[in-house]
């Protein structure tokens, strides 16, 4: 009897906190490790209402240039005022645009306009001046990429060039007079390890972007794969692009004596397929092992910026790298069709300025126009 009193006293005086502790959730967010959401929404810091004007603290200011006498020489060109904003972003840098002092660079067909410090747009007056009054509607360029397959060419030629500054590691570039160059060139195309892999007569726009390139698709095994039910295999194929592009912008000065341009080049060589024998997947029927492969690639990519007067000839040495197409190996200067070593030469590029279609005697029915591609990156 005691016992049971004892019980019943100790039960009524736990009751009251039990029902406490289930009507009193514990609102501490600490003990379980979470944050809880707030109760009212947090606004938004994307706009504080503040000012309603431009910051000018820097002295920028507002201009427009009339760019039409440019844009309306490339009537069939999509958007041929992409070309100049390319180029003010090569000159200034990309970055500029997108820290102190805020600037802004918009383009149609017929107005550029800027905002930006008095500094910034004396460096854009004189781009678009190299558009809008350079007179002529189209020019030929003599873009040449060969291939040789030993540096040795210079041994007797390096006395006819004179070096200019070049950025990409291994990369050399000499100006030669057209006399010097049209010498070197009769040298190089007697030796039978000399190629060239494009047409070199380019016809394009002041300030355009023309690309030349040569592609093949290499197919190879990349994986296994099942199929229907499960227990059937499938080869699953992958391609690699291997060939070069090569990238071309020329800006002339307004007086046309003069031409920079912007160069990029990339090559890419599939070396050879590396065989891989893999285990089949569990439960299927067939071979316990199949093999598959994977590309053993070499690339490599040239981007450059150079001046020089029209009447001198450009080359670019990219050093001793994967040739830009699928060729054959040289031994001692001599074709080698046994050699199972990926191929390597010298790769020169040759840029020569030849004046209009009508000077340089060609017609002018190719346009770089339809062969653009796009290219954004880094200027």
């Known amino acids: 009897m005691k016992t049971q009193l004892f019980l019943c006293a100790l039960v009524m005086i736990c009751l009251p906190s039990l029902v406490i502790a289930q009507g009193s959730p514990n609102t501490n967010p600490g003990d379980f490790g979470f944050t809880p959401r707030p109760a009212t929404a947090v606004a938004s810091p994307a706009s504080n209402g503040g000012e309603e004007t431009l910051p000018?603290?820097?002295?920028?200011?507002?201009?427009?240039?009339?760019?039409?006498?440019?844009?309306?020489?490339?009537?069939?060109?999509?958007?041929?005022?992409?070309?100049?904003?390319?180029?003010?972003?090569?000159?200034?840098?990309?970055?500029?645009?997108?820290?102190?002092?805020?600037?802004?660079?918009?383009a149609n067909r017929n107005t550029l306009s800027v905002y930006h410090t008095p500094a910034t747009h004396a460096v854009v007056s004189r781009i678009v001046d190299r558009f809008v009054l350079n007179k002529s509607a189209a020019q030929v360029l003599g873009v040449c990429l060969a291939t040789v397959s030993s540096p040795n060419w210079r041994t007797k030629s390096q006395h006819l060039m004179r070096p200019v500054t070049v950025h990409t590691p291994g990369a050399e570039a000499w100006l030669l007079s057209k006399e010097n160059a049209s010498l070197l060139l009769t040298d190089l195309r007697k030796r039978s390890d000399y190629r060239e892999h494009n047409s070199p007569n380019v016809i394009i726009h002041n300030g355009q972007t023309r690309d030349i390139h040569r592609f093949r698709p290499r197919s190879f095994i990349?994986?296994?794969?099942?199929?229907?039910?499960?227990?059937?295999?499938?080869?699953?194929?992958?391609?690699?692009?291997?060939?070069?592009?090569?990238?071309?912008?020329?800006?002339?000065?307004?007086?046309?004596?003069?031409?920079?341009?912007?160069?990029?080049?990339?090559?890419?060589?599939?070396?050879?397929?590396?065989?891989?024998?893999?285990?089949?997947?569990?439960?299927?029927?067939?071979?316990?092992?199949?093999q598959i492969q994977v590309p053993q690639m070499s690339q490599w990519h040239l981007k450059e910026r150079f001046h020089w007067a029209n009447d001198q000839f450009l080359l670019i040495s990219c050093g001793v790298v994967a040739t830009p197409e699928w060729d054959r190996a040289f031994t001692l200067g001599m074709p080698n069709p046994f050699s199972s070593v990926p191929v390597r030469a010298n790769a020169l590029i040759f840029i020569e300025c030849r004046g209009t279609p009508q000077q340089a005697l060609l017609k002018p029915a190719k346009t770089a126009g339809s062969q653009n591609q796009q290219y954004r990156g880094r200027y």
Not at 62 to 91: C, G, M, N, V
Not at 256 to 278: F, N, W
């Open 222 to 290: 990349r994986g296994i794969t099942t199929t229907g039910n499960g227990t059937s295999l499938q080869k699953q194929t992958g391609t690699v692009d291997e060939g070069y592009l090569l990238q071309v912008s020329p800006l002339f000065s307004t007086d046309g004596r003069a031409v920079d341009v912007d160069i990029r080049c990339r090559v890419r060589q599939v070396e050879r397929l590396v065989p891989l024998m893999v285990d089949s997947p569990r439960g299927t029927t067939g071979p316990s092992r199949l």
């Open 56 to 106: 000018n603290r820097h002295g920028q200011v507002w201009r427009k240039y009339d760019i039409r006498p440019y844009t309306q020489k490339l009537s069939d060109h999509e958007h041929p005022e992409q070309a100049i904003i390319d180029w003010i972003l090569r000159e200034t840098g990309t970055d500029h645009w997108f820290r102190e002092p805020l600037g802004l660079l918009s």
